[in-house]
């Protein structure tokens, strides 16, 4: 009761003297401010609205468009249409007030056009995706059309200054494929997956969908594409991830590591305290949407949806579908530090507290000699339960009283902050220290990570960082630009000490406990940890650091970087498993407006060609080599569908649910849709911001993130290329299964990525490039 009655801010009395009214000034200033705050927010989100809904035109413009109208109607000249005398017929007067606001009105109307034509004009523009499939080989030349649209395009994506969603209105809507393209894109890529009678037998379930019932899904699929800003999106969201009934931990949430060759400090005080104040100012860039859309080459914008949900959010249970929650506004994060739940207020006195501040509030936790209550220490293994199972204990336990108020300040707060009590260890010469760092943030011990929020932030003793991070609400390149944005200021925030810069202004306000009651649910937490335990013991993750060459070789090669990649792991996986298997790779369709991602299908004709001519001694080396060359190209032209919208999967997936709607059974679409993919492969981004100066710190480049197999009987492989000689692969599979070891998978990708470089580097010795004659006669 006690804190019940500190919590209230004013309360009065009727007493026989007259009225007794007693308030907490400081309770009472910190309510204003959060309204203040609030209504700020509330301008600022009209006002961005206003410039978003004109761009690329400035609002500043109205009155430049104004003055002339009042210049040509005082001057006796007539407006554009005579708007000006049409208007001014219908106003209750002619002085010289109404002639003026007729003048604006009728400037409304053509400025309102000028920006309606130009964002329409814009958004056919970015329709075309011919600039794409254009050669970047050396010495091609860009097509008439593509230098024509890159000129009109620039000019009107950099007219203005862009917020981060300006051009969500100019953004294209994902077209939809027909079926008999899908059907002709699907079986060849399954071509080499199945022998002569099976793929003949596909080849007539294929034949027999596209002309029976694929054509009567497709025309609700086209009504879905007129209707919907996204005819996949909020499908993909909802029975891919909130509808699974499985654990997010491991199958579901995926991981981000630091940098791991720099070490700015090893005070986890302080690079706490600096992660957090870096997080909150990129939370403000996004409210006030002051951070950049990302342009491809400069001018063509991707989609900023999936930034809204990126702080504030998390990720409910319910019996049958989980439900994304996103609150407008926090003002503090949670803190777990051995097994204790801390509510850390992030505002005072009308402002964000600076890192110094915070590291103060932290070392307050670090300091403290608390003990979870009963139940506290595995609370959270609960959010990496069976979602149903979840579900109910939340329905049971946490509906009212010090549960449901502790739960929603979890719910509610910006994110979640971990403060381990290990170091998070890194050395080339000890390879399980890095694969030990990718274990504790992509499930830690199974409840020191809450798994239902937008993501964990996790600080090892030694000043390491990573994060846990829920799929739903958006995609790894999200993530990877915010963790990129910290690397590019975390390296100036420590002082020589390596504790945070500056001194703070005041002390302020303190972390506080959340209360529990949880012992009428011991059994379901006790329940949680044993299923999580279980789950995180069958899964081993390898994190091979390949040094020998990266991209520069590549290029060297005139090969992309990704497709070169993709073809190591389609012959390391041959070599592993004897065999071929359905490969999935990540592709962004965010050139459309609420896009997220599509599948690319590496394993190919050409690259299954490739791989068994790799194996057979008989093939020359340039025949190998000009088979690599053959399966890249079409890896990536299958990766420029991808990005177009010409996938296959989406488009069958949303089939696929239609059929569902309509209890319609397809016998081709359900052995579609159970294909297991044995190798799921992505590749995290970078130089997404360019806060990030490589070029003065090599050093500050995450090692990348990973996550979970898909398969019970395949690989995990994330992999980001780092630099000119620097490749990081994040490689997942269960221990359950017999035919997977990350460790031997490893060997194979190491192994094949030498035997490409050997196989291009005799390619090179057999065919010297002519050297270059200088006008002098002498040759370079």
Known sequence: MAEAHAAVAFSFAITHEGFDINYDHEVLNLVWNSGIRSWKKRLGRARNGVRNGVYPAHIQSLWLISAIALGLHFAGYQAPFNLTNRILVHLPSNTINWQVTACFLAALVVWLSICFTMRYTLKLLLMYKGWMYESRAPGSRVSVPTMLWVAVVRVLSSWNKPGLYSFQGSLPRLPLPSVSDTMVRYLRSVRP???????????????????????KLQWFLILKSWFSSNYVSDWWEEYVYLRGRSPLCVNSNFYGTDAIFMNLTDKQAARAANVISLLLNFRRLIEHQELQPIMVQGMIPLCSWQYERTFNTARVPGLETDRIIHYRDSNHIVVLHKGCYYKMPIYYKGRILRPCELQVQIEEILKGKATPVEGEEHLAALTAWNRSKWAEARNTFFSRGANHVSLRTIESAAFVLSLDDEPFEFDLARPELLDNFGKKLLHGNGYNRWFDKCFTVCVGTNGRV???????????????????????????????????????????????????????????????????TKLISEVNLRILVHQEYGKGFMKKCRISPDAYIQMALQLAYYRDAGRFSLTYEASMTRLFREGRTETVRPCTIESSAWVKAMQNPNTTNDE???????ACDRHQLGYQDAMCGRGIDRHLFCLYVVSKYLEVDSPFLNEVLSEPWRLSTSQTPHGQTPKMDLKKHPNCISAGGGFGPVADDGYGVSYIIAGENLIFFHISAKTTCQQTDVHRFSQNISQALADIRSMFEQHMKDHPKPAKTLTNGAST
């Not at 001194?503 to 009651?517: A, G, I, N």
């Not at 190998?624 to 053959?630: E, P, T």
């Open 193 to 215: 997956l199945l022998d002569d009678n099976n793929y003949t037998r596909m080849e007539r379930l294929a034949k027999e969908f596209e002309q029976t019932i694929g054509k």
């Open 466 to 532: 990573g994060f846990n991070a829920e799929h739903t609400w958006a995609d790894a390149p999200v993530l990877g630009h915010l963790w990129e944005y910290i690397f590019g200021d975390d390296i100036y925030g420590y002082d020589e000490s390596g504790n945070t810069k500056g001194t703070p202004e005041f002390q302020p306000p303190m972390p506080t406990r959340l209360t529990w009651d949880l012992k009428p649910c011991l059994s379901q937490i006790e329940e949680a940890t044993i299923d999580v």
């Open 624 to 630: 190998r080599v000009k088979m690599m060359q053959d």
